[in-house]
T-cell receptor
């Protein structure tokens, strides 16, 4: 079974600064997808960024980028130019590339990000 | 609103009652996933359904919990004889196919409180 570990329960960053959230995972599969979701106080689950394991290039979405290290099974999220609206819980998630019973997402326990002035 | 719709947003039940949580997937989506989020934890997979079929229920508790996704109407997550430990946020997600390349779109969740 796959597991996802987020070792930082809480992080804090000043507005306009950069912060990196860590995520490691364990799997015996070679093909899979990794995700970062944001959950603000409203509890919506918002997809921030997605990475396909077969792609070596790190995914980027505006101020959000990832550092994907497949051999180390590491998938960190970097938020540049942090904004107050970035304050939320961030969840790392894994999904097998094989359809059917493996379609579920496996989530980490989350990192609460505070953004200060 | 063409997104995933969950209702009710909040549900309060007394111990021993039944709870029914509804999820209407995005238009055109025929695959539904239910997740549970206990306080201060991440989401945990419960069940994956396609219209009229349960594909994967490996995350469902063995007793009191059931799910369905009928040909017509929303998907229902049913919890019988609720206990305090069932208090959680329950999220539904949908996709238009079961293949992992298709993103799952989440609803806003139902917060279940057991008195």
């Amino acid at each position: 079974a796959q597991t996802v570990t987020q070792s930082q329960p809480e992080m804090s960053v000043q507005e306009a600064e950069t912060v990196t959230l860590s995520c490691t995972y364990d799997t015996s599969e070679s093909d899979y997808y990794l995700f970062w979701y944001k959950q603000p106080p409203s509890r919506q689950m918002i997809l921030v960024i997605r990475q396909e394991a077969y792609k070596q290039q790190n995914a980027t979405e505006n101020r959000f980028s990832v550092n994907f290290q497949k051999a180390a099974k590491s998938f960190s999220l970097k938020i540049s130019d942090s904004q107050l609206g970035d304050a939320a819980m961030y969840f790392c998630a894994y999904r097998s590339a094989f359809a059917g019973t493996a379609s579920k997402l496996t989530f980490g326990t989350g990192t609460r990000l505070q953004v200060t002035l | 609103n063409a997104g995933v719709m969950q209702n009710p947003r909040h549900l309060v039940r007394r111990r021993g009652q039944e709870a029914r949580l509804r999820c209407s997937p995005m238009k055109g989506h025929s695959h539904v996933y239910w997740y549970r989020q206990l306080p201060e934890e991440g989401l945990k997979f419960m069940v994956y359904l396609q219209k009229e079929n349960i594909i994967d229920e490996s995350g469902m508790p063995k007793e009191r919990f059931s799910a369905e996704f009928p040909k017509e109407g929303p998907s229902i997550l049913r919890i019988q004889q609720v206990v305090r430990g069932d208090s959680a946020a329950y999220f539904c997600a949908s996709s238009n196919r079961g293949d992992p390349n298709q993103p799952q779109h989440f609803g806003d969740g139902t917060r279940l409180s057991i008195l």
